[in-house]
């Protein structure tokens, strides 16, 4: 599996605010990043990036547009789409997840 990382970092190494959401970033850089996102239909991310994106700025909105695994400990919390998989699992793991799918491609999303 092709795993490509998308990362957005300032010039002093910061991926956030003291809010912890991106919104120095521009709007060029979000077409990118669902453009990017919808061309792999597999997103890999952590539970703090997921939750700044949920619900409005998903990339991924339903099982036909592709999977998207958010990585936590709360496993057991029920996501509000079916084609978001809250899990703890390790990378291999989650790469078979992904190829059981039928992906053969996955974006990580990479923060600080």
């Not at 061309?39 to 999977?67: F, Q, R």
Request: aromatic share 6%; net charge neutral; hydrophobic share 35%.
């Amino acid at each position: 599996m092709k795993i490509s990382i998308y990362l957005a970092s300032s010039v002093n190494g910061m991926i956030s605010n003291k809010k912890g959401i991106p919104d120095w970033l521009s709007q060029e850089y979000g077409d990118g990043f669902m453009k990017i996102c919808r061309h792999t239909k597999a997103v890999i991310m952590g539970k703090k990036t997921y939750d700044i994106l949920v619900p409005d700025y998903l990339p991924l909105k339903s099982n036909s547009e592709g999977t998207m695994i958010v990585l936590t400990h709360g496993v057991s919390t029920n996501p509000p789409q079916p084609n978001v998989i809250f899990t703890d699992k390790n990378p291999q793991d989650i790469v078979n997840m992904l190829e059981e799918r039928g992906h053969s491609e996955a974006l990580l999303l990479a923060e600080r």
